[in-house]
């Protein structure tokens, strides 16, 4: 039997909330149609923040209820506090994504709060999500280097993981929110999460700012992590985090994923025709490090 491998979908959300253009309702809901088309089960659509602090997201109320309805897809959406919670709630979210950043300055930028506050707003968030019968997961950002703050101490990381997993949430995503690991960190960080969290979903979510993303979900997947956030096109970055470069490709990572013998269930084909509309929505080209490889493939098998 070949090993399942997860790709949880975050263009939608990481990707265009830092784009120039606002993408349209109808521009969003035809990508997410497309990346459904192309097997992606697991996708973050949208996030319920402040329309002050990300505009792009402000649509999400709306975007929610619409998204194309299938019953194996699984739809998430990024909650930054009990406010957002109650909207993500009212459209009919399933899964709400917390994210706790590991630093004091990561947090205040991004959400207006310190790190013991942003700790109690997230362990409030999860036990309410929880009442309310919603699927969780908790982010820890700039799980490896801060941009203000520089490299970050794996025993905090530890820690936080162990606060929101008290607090209930049912996954831990360790997150390189700049792209500033390198694999041999990622390496060391998944050994003792997966060691320490046995029996709980961790994932991971690159960025790949200095060409590293593809090498450290490999070395994240070494340490059994079977499950990975990514972005069609390699579409995104954090508008609080200044020098963050797009996600990890969806298409470079299956890519690489089904050519090492594991299974994803997404048709890199299918990727493509997606990773096309992304780039007409946002107005540039988009495409992972393997598009021209891609690109030549489809010339020829076009003949
Ligand atoms: N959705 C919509 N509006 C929200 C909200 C939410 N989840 N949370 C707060 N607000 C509104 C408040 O109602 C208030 O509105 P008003 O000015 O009309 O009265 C306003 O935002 C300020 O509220 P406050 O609680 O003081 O928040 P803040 O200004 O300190 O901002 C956040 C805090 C968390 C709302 C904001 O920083 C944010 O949305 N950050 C998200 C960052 C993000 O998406 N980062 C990328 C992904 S990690
Ligand atoms: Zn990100």
Redesign the pocket.
């Known amino acids: 039997m070949t090993d399942f491998v997860a790709v949880n979908e975050v263009g939608p959300r990481d990707g265009l909330?830092n784009q120039r253009v606002a993408v349209d309702l109808a521009g969003k809901l035809r990508l997410i149609d497309a990346l459904v088309d192309a097997g992606l089960r697991s996708i973050e659509a949208t996030?319920?923040?402040?329309?002050?602090?990300?505009p792009q997201m402000a649509d999400a109320d709306v975007l929610f209820p619409r998204l194309p309805a299938r019953s194996t897809v699984a739809y998430s959406a990024?909650?930054?506090?009990a406010?957002?919670l109650e909207?993500a709630a009212a459209a009919g979210v399933g899964e709400v994504a917390l994210?706790l950043s590991a630093t004091e300055t990561m947090n205040r930028k991004?959400?207006?709060l310190g790190l013991d506050q942003a700790v109690d707003v997230c362990v409030e968030t999860l036990k309410s999500a929880r009442a309310l019968g919603i699927r969780t997961k908790a982010y820890l950002?700039v799980a490896f280097e801060c941009p203000f703050e520089g490299p970050t101490p794996a025993e905090r990381v530890m820690a936080l993981g162990e606060r929101m997993l008290e607090a209930g949430a049912g996954e831990i995503v360790v997150a390189d929110t700049i792209g500033a690991a390198a694999p041999s960190a990622v390496a060391a960080l998944f050994r003792r999460c997966m060691a320490a969290w046995r029996g709980t979903p961790v994932s991971a979510h690159f960025h790949d700012t200095r060409a590293m993303a593809i090498a450290n979900a490999w070395a994240a997947l070494e340490q059994g992590v079977r499950k990975f956030d990514a972005s069609i096109g390699g579409l995104g970055g954090?508008?609080?985090a200044p020098g963050a470069a797009g996600n990890l490709a969806t298409e470079d990572l299956v890519l690489m994923l089904e050519q090492c013998g594991y299974h994803t269930g997404v048709d890199v084909g299918r990727l493509r025709r997606a990773a096309a509309i992304a780039g007409e929505l946002v107005g540039h080209p988009v495409g992972g490090r393997s598009s021209a490889w891609l690109a030549a493939q489809e010339r020829r098998a076009a003949g």
């Not at 923040?49 to 990300?54: C, D, F, L, R, T």
């Not at 990024?78 to 506090?81: A, Q, S, Y």
């Open positions: 909330q996030s319920f923040v402040s329309p002050k602090a990300v990024l909650v930054p506090n406010r957002g909207r994210v991004n959400i207006n950002a954090c508008p609080f």
